[in-house]
């Protein structure tokens, strides 16, 4: 794709790479960070100072706005290293759009995308030796944008700051989910920020998870705000359901609307299965459980691509899914995934964006 690079990016390039001392057959998920990163300012409204930079701490004031009143968004991408070497993003554009509409809920500004597109591309094309090539493993990438204005005062910030941080990450263990309904906390509610990628939703899911995994869960089936009987997502992953030929999906704006989510509906639909997308109650997936109906069942998201659910918590019983080794579908469009994110075979929709 040919961006019109109306934006300058200034590059400073470190001094000493880090790369030496990093062992890519032990990496754990965030913690391992590559040379640069990607700055933006956003000040008197306009994009400022896009500059690459050696990876390094930022220095903010203590009134820092986001840091008060939450101000806060963030993407979650990956760029995969195809066997020729070739390094390739996949559908960025669906985050960019994702992006801006997490920044016009929250009354933050547009990042336009020859910042967000070229800057990726900028970033990734010089830290590309960062980009792991193992089956599984790849350069996780970390856009953010917060309020950065150094006053108290719940308005808008008049200042922010985009970065762009990526963090190679190894092959995901692809265990299964034990699941529990959360039946009292909410996560979102209609006419609010479900939708949006921004921190509080995170913030909010960490005492209902721990509650759930003291009782042995890995994480929570969220369900609506108002009567708590209609299933949503996993928090960081969304949630899909395959009952005879077709895959159900729910589907709300309390719903973060996943790019894997939505790439595996594609999918389906393109080699013959139907897709819904709508309200799923609980109790239709309890049902459908109890009946041997629903067959498959998982999680998918950008972290971990796609992972089976084995177990449901929901009022104080459990219900079993099949097998995940027996999981047709599941396993069928994870492996086209893998196949179509390192390259190993046509790019038929067109998702791959190769960094050249
Ligand atoms: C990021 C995220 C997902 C998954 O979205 P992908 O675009 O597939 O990575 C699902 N739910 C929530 C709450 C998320 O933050």
Redesign the pocket.
């Known amino acids: 794709m040919n961006e019109a690079a109306t934006t300058a990016i200034r590059v400073e390039q470190t001094r000493q790479s880090k790369l030496p001392q990093v062992d890519f057959n032990n990496l754990k998920f965030g913690q391992t960070f590559s040379d640069h990163m990607l700055v933006a300012d956003y000040v008197d409204g306009h994009w400022t100072d896009v500059s690459i930079v050696p990876y390094g701490n930022l220095s903010l004031s203590p009134a820092t706005s986001a840091l008060h009143y939450g101000q806060a968004i963030f993407e979650?991408m990956k760029a995969y290293r195809f066997a020729n070497g070739t390094v390739s993003l996949f559908r960025p554009h669906k985050?960019l759009e994702?992006f801006n509409k997490s920044a016009l809920r929250l009354e933050m500004p547009e990042v336009p995308e020859d910042i967000f597109i070229g800057g990726l591309k900028t970033l990734i094309d010089l830290d590309r030796d960062w980009v792991p090539g193992a089956e599984g493993s790849s350069l996780y990438i970390r856009p953010f944008m917060f309020g950065t204005e150094p006053a108290l005062g719940v308005h808008p910030s008049d200042s922010y700051k985009f970065i762009v941080i990526t963090s190679p990450v190894g092959a995901y263990y692809h265990k299964s989910l034990r699941l529990k309904v959360e039946t009292h906390f909410t996560r979102a509610a209609e006419g609010g920020v479900g939708f949006s990628?921004n921190a509080g939703?995170?913030a909010l899911s960490l005492h209902p998870t721990r509650l759930a995994q003291q009782e042995g869960f890995d994480q929570l089936i969220w369900t609506d705000a108002n009567e708590h009987k209609y299933v949503e997502?996993?928090?960081?992953?969304?949630l899909l359901f395959r009952v005879g030929d077709t895959i159900i999906t729910p589907s709300s704006d309390t719903?973060?609307h996943?790019?894997?989510?939505r790439t595996i509906i594609e999918i389906a639909r393109h080699w013959g299965y139907q897709a819904e997308e709508r309200k799923v109650s609980v109790k239709e997936l309890i049902d459908g459980i109890e009946d041997g109906s629903v067959t498959e069942a998982f999680a998918?998201?950008?972290?971990a691509t796609l992972t089976p659910i084995t177990e449901i918590g929901y009022e104080g019983r459990i219900y079993t899914l099949p097998d995940p080794a027996k999981r047709v579908f599941s396993n069928k469009v994870l492996q086209y995934l893998n196949d179509l994110r390192y390259g190993r075979i046509d790019d038929e929709f067109g998702w791959n964006l190769i960094v050249d």
Do not use: D, P
């Open positions: 979650g985050n994702r990628k939703n995170y997502e996993a928090g960081t992953a969304n719903i973060l996943g790019i894997t989510r998918a998201g950008t972290a």
